[in-house]
C-alpha cells in the first residue's frame, strides 16, 4: 500500500527527539515552561515576526486572534467554504457569522474580487486560508482591507514556510494562524498551533487568553480560554523545525516530479499567484473523474483523499449561513483529490503512482 502521508521519522531525528522529550520529563515542567519560550522564539524566526505564541491548536490560535482583534458577536467575517471545517469552527465558536467567498479557477484560494462584493456594514475581518500550502493574494487582500478599515487574520495552518515575494506567509496580516497538527509541514506529536503577529499589544494579549485570561495567579482580568503549547511538544516542534526548509525543498521536488510525470493528462493543478511559493502541504489533482480515479488507484494499492468533499455550508452545523455565488467552490468540491506525497515519498513509490493514474486515463478514452 501506498499511504497518503507517512509520519515515520528518519532515525537520526527520532534519536534528538526522544532526548529532548527526555529532558523534559527530568525537568519535571510540562506547562508554560522553557521548552515552550524557546520554540516560540525559533519559530517567530523561522516565519520572519516578532512574536509567536504557542496555544494548543491551529483552531484556538484563529479564534485567539479573532477575540484579541476585538471580533466578537454578530460580526461578519469573510473566508472560505472550500478548506478545513476548524477554519469556521473558530469563527462561529467566537460568536461571529461567516460569509463565504468564492475561490479562485487558477488558485484555489479565496476569489479576491468576491470579497468586495460581501462586504457590508458588519463585516470586520477576513481570514484567507493558504489552501494546501498555496499563497492568497495577501497583497491584494491587505489593500481591500485597508480601505473598508477589516482586520485580515491569515489562516496559514497549512503553509509553514509558503512565501510571496520571498516573504513568509504569515507576515502580511495583523495575526495568522498556524497549527502544528501531526500531519502538517510541522507537525507535532499531538495537537499544537501558534499565532504569529508583529503587534505586541496582541501578542501580550494572546499571552493572557490563552491562558484563562488571568493577569496574575487566579485574577481572571479577560475572558480567555485554557489553550496551551505544551512543554512536550514545543521541544518536538524545536527539533523538527531544523529540518522543515529541507523537507519543504523535498516536497518541492515531489511537486514538479508529480506534474512532470502527469502532463498532457486532462488534469488540472493549483497555479501559484504570481511571485508566490507553496509550502505543498498536499499534492492535489482536479478531474471531474476523481471518484473513479480514486477507487482505480484503491484497486492498485494507493491510497488517495478527498480535500475537501462539502462546502462547509453544506454540512448541517452551517447551513444557515450565505452560500452565494459559490460556483467554482462547488466544482472544486466534487474533483479535487490527493495523491500520496510526503517528504519521504521514494522515486519508486512516486513513479508506481504516475503510471496508475496514466493507466487509469488510459481506460477512460
Ligand atoms: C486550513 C486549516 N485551518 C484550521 C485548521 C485547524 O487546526 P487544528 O487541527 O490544529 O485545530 C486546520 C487543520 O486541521 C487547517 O488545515
Known amino acids: 500500500m501506498i499511504p497518503l502521508v507517512d509520519l515515520s521519522l528518519p532515525k537520526n531525528v527520532k534519536g534528538l527527539i526522544k532526548r529532548e522529550v527526555e529532558k523534559v520529563i527530568d525537568s519535571k515542567s510540562y506547562i508554560l515552561g522553557e521548552q515552550l519560550g524557546i520554540f516560540e522564539k525559533k519559530f517567530a524566526r523561522f516565519i520572519g515576526a516578532k512574536f509567536a505564541i504557542g496555544v494548543g491548536n491551529g483552531t484556538d490560535a484563529i479564534r485567539l486572534a479573532l477575540r484579541a482583534l476585538g471580533i466578537s458577536q454578530k460580526d461578519k467575517v469573510l473566508t472560505v467554504a472550500l478548506t478545513s471545517p476548524f477554519t469556521v469552527i473558530a469563527i462561529i465558536e467566537e460568536g461571529a457569522i461567516p460569509v463565504f467567498c468564492d475561490v479562485d479557477e487558477r488558485t484555489w484560494t479565496i476569489d479576491v474580487a468576491d470579497i468586495a462584493k460581501k462586504i457590508d456594514k458588519k463585516t470586520k475581518a477576513i481570514i484567507p486560508v493558504h489552501l494546501f500550502g498555496n499563497p492568497c493574494n495577501m497583497i491584494e487582500i491587505m489593500k481591500i482591507a485597508k480601505i473598508y478599515k477589516l482586520k485580515v487574520i491569515e489562516d496559514a495552518c497549512q503553509a509553514h514556510g509558503a512565501t510571496i515575494a520571498n516573504r513568509k506567509v504569515g507576515t502580511f496580516s495583523d495575526v495568522a494562524a498556524f497549527s502544528f497538527y501531526p500531519t502538517k509541514n510541522l507537525g507535532a506529536m499531538g495537537d499544537a498551533g501558534a499565532i504569529i503577529t508583529n503587534n505586541k499589544n496582541v501578542a501580550d494579549l494572546v499571552k493572557l487568553l490563552r491562558h484563562g485570561g488571568q493577569t496574575k495567579r487566579f485574577w481572571h482580568k479577560f475572558k480567555g480560554v485554557n489553550s496551551r503549547l505544551d512543554e512536550i511538544q514545543a521541544a518536538v516542534l524545536s527539533v523538527k523545525l531544523e529540518y522543515l526548509e529541507k523537507e519543504n525543498k523535498k516536497r518541492k521536488k515531489l511537486a514538479k516530479r508529480y506534474q512532470k510525470g502527469l502532463q498532457g493528462l486532462p488534469i488540472y493543478f493549483q497555479k501559484a499567484i504570481s511571485g508566490g511559493k507553496s509550502a505543498h502541504h498536499l499534492f492535489v489533482v482536479r478531474t471531474p473523474k476523481r471518484d473513479a480515479l480514486k477507487h482505480f488507484l484503491l484497486e492498485k494499492n494507493i491510497i488517495s483523499d478527498v480535500y475537501y468533499p462539502y462546502p462547509i455550508y453544506r454540512q448541517t452545523l452551517f447551513a444557515k449561513y450565505s452560500k452565494e ?18 517528504p519521504s515519498l521514494t522515486i519508486k513509490q512516486q513513479d508506481y503512482v504516475t503510471k496508475m493514474v496514466r493507466s487509469f486515463f488510459k481506460t477512460q478514452i
Open 325 to 342: 455565488n459559490l460556483t467554482v467552490t462547488e466544482e472544486l468540491t466534487r474533483e479535487l483529490l490527493a495523491l500520496p506525497f510526503f
